[in-house]
């Protein structure tokens, strides 16, 4: 069976507000392997044997991301990746690009993250969506659970041609199809705080759990790679916002695997 990279990047310091995404990846694999719950997804795969597990990587040099992303890539399989802050996803999308050179992203999020730069960062975790942009390094850019847009990102948008679907006008009867191989990115604040605390962003009017869900559910084109970030131990309850990453997981595991 061909299995799915899983890597852990630990890495929190573009973070614009709070630390403790780097502690994230051991805590979703704990929860993922915990007797709480089985290994199957909702469709019905039972992701056990699917995973090769890199294991965790702790980032001192914000450009290791790319290397270690690129070494991980060459061995043929796809990669999902636990963050982390959402500073990851360019990097990891630049060592995607060789292999990859048209893709399609899936960015489901409270914020568009399209900063040109943030705080004098330019790969700040506000960011990273600006960078790719630019980069050429995705086709077609939609956003989904947006609800923080100020004006400078709505122009960005406009410059890169994002597409949002901002949360005060979502219709899930509608989701977007997809002609390229996906990449999906899901930070987890996108989640409404009530169902996901454990970020350091609380930005209410977000999205339940089973919305989410049913938007990877719905995917029907090649998912290429994806990342979970932004969760922040520090913030958690009860572990809740560990379990529904590792839920995401799950979901998005049986439709890279497919
Ligand atoms: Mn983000
Ligand atoms: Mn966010």
Known sequence: MIKTIVQGIQLDEKSSYQKGPALAPPLIREAL?????????????????????KGDFIIKNYFDIETITREHLESGNKILTLGGDHSITFPIIKAH?????????????????????????KYSHACPFARIMENNFAERLVQIGIRTLNTHQAE?????????????????????????????????????????PGVSHHEPGGLSSRQVIDIIQAIDSEVIGADIV?????????????????????????????
């Open 97 to 121: 690009h060789k292999k990859y050179p048209v893709i399609d992203i899936l960015h489901i999020d409270a914020h568009s993250d399209l900063y040109d730069s943030y705080e004098g960062d």
């Open 156 to 196: 960005q948008a406009k410059k890169y041609n994002v597409e949002i679907h901002e949360m005060k006008t979502l219709d899930l009867k509608h989701l977007p199809k997809f002609k390229n191989p996906l990449y999906i990115s899901l930070d987890m604040d996108a989640f409404d705080p009530a169902f996901a």
């Open 33 to 53: 392997y915990s007797g709480a719950s089985n290994l199957y997804s909702e469709n019905g795969t039972d992701i056990k044997n699917t995973i090769d597990d």
């Open 230 to 258: 932004e969760y922040n131990p520090n913030r958690d309850f009860q572990n809740m916002t560990a379990y529904l990453a590792a839920k995401m997981m799950k979901e998005i595991l049986s439709k890279m695997i497919k």
